[in-house]
């Protein structure tokens, strides 16, 4: 049982199994008490118990699917309205690896449901409590091929650029009102996503990362004070010089002529 005092409650979508799994576990060691939301009962409640046995920390579970407007209408209630919450972690998602010519739309509307509007209406829920207070932290959970957007299915990779470029947007707005966001960008990880996906040997490959490495690196990059995570990339000054290039193109747009390369 532990006796360290809370640091408030951590809200986890997705924390049934794989990356949220691991996050709930080890946010509730470092004393958070939990809220955690996902589809599969069973699952948040064996994962709830093992969790409350462990840590002592309070757990509840919300069972939830975030493409249901009225299941994501009530887990944004809660984020307006628990004043106990102080982490929000984006974690549920989707993905594919079938091309615009295999793939079904209406799956892909479902992913960019999941992926990018439930994950938006969850930020806008919670922020403006976190503002209010003065701190608050927010983990978008993206993906390198939010970059490297050749790799898998061209929705997944898009909703994943997204969520980069959403976290940057958040860090304008928020960033100097006590509020700490986080994008990690994980690469292969050894889940259930790849089934879902449709290319279960990838949880084999040597270049796939444990669940467990994954968040503890990205735990250890929001200790840093990072914005940005990218536990696989080794050459961290790569991203550096990537995000100095991005900054510095952007002042080069506002131009009321086009390039002369365009001029006939």
Not at 21 to 37: N, Q, S
Not at 48 to 54: G, S
Not at 88 to 114: H, K, P, R
């Amino acid at each position: 049982m532990s006796t360290v005092a809370s640091k408030g409650t951590a809200l986890i979508t997705g924390s049934s199994t794989g990356i949220g799994a691991v996050y709930a576990d080890r946010l509730a060691k470092r004393g958070y008490d939990l809220i955690l939301v996902a589809r599969n009962a069973e699952r948040l409640d064996t994962l709830a118990a093992r969790l409350r046995a462990d840590t002592g920390r309070s757990v509840t579970t919300l069972v939830a699917d975030l493409n249901d407007k009225t299941a994501l209408a009530k887990v944004e209630a809660v984020l307006r309205e628990d004043a106990s919450i102080s982490v929000l972690v984006n974690n549920a998602g989707v993905g594919s690896v079938a091309s615009v010519l295999d793939g079904d739309v209406e799956t892909m509307d479902a992913m960019i449901g999941l992926n990018i509007t439930a994950l938006t209406r969850l930020t806008y829920a919670v922020a403006p409590a976190f503002v209010a207070r003065g701190s608050g932290t927010i983990i978008n959970i993206a993906s390198v091929v939010g970059i490297a957007v050749e790799m898998l299915n061209g929705v997944y990779s898009a909703s994943k650029s997204y969520v980069l470029s959403f976290g940057h947007a958040l860090q304008r707005d928020l960033g100097d009102k006590g509020v700490r966001i986080q994008s990690v960008l994980p690469g292969a990880t050894a889940t259930e996503f790849w089934d879902v996906a449709g290319y279960a040997p990838q949880k084999e490959s040597p270049i796939t990362m444990s669940a467990s490495d994954l968040v503890d690196a990205a735990l250890a990059g929001l200790d840093l004070g990072e914005r940005v995570t990218i536990p696989g990339l080794h050459e961290g000054q790569a991203w550096d010089e990537w995000e100095a290039g991005r900054r510095a193109i952007s002042g080069k747009f506002g131009n009321a002529r086009p390039a002369a390369r365009y001029l006939k």
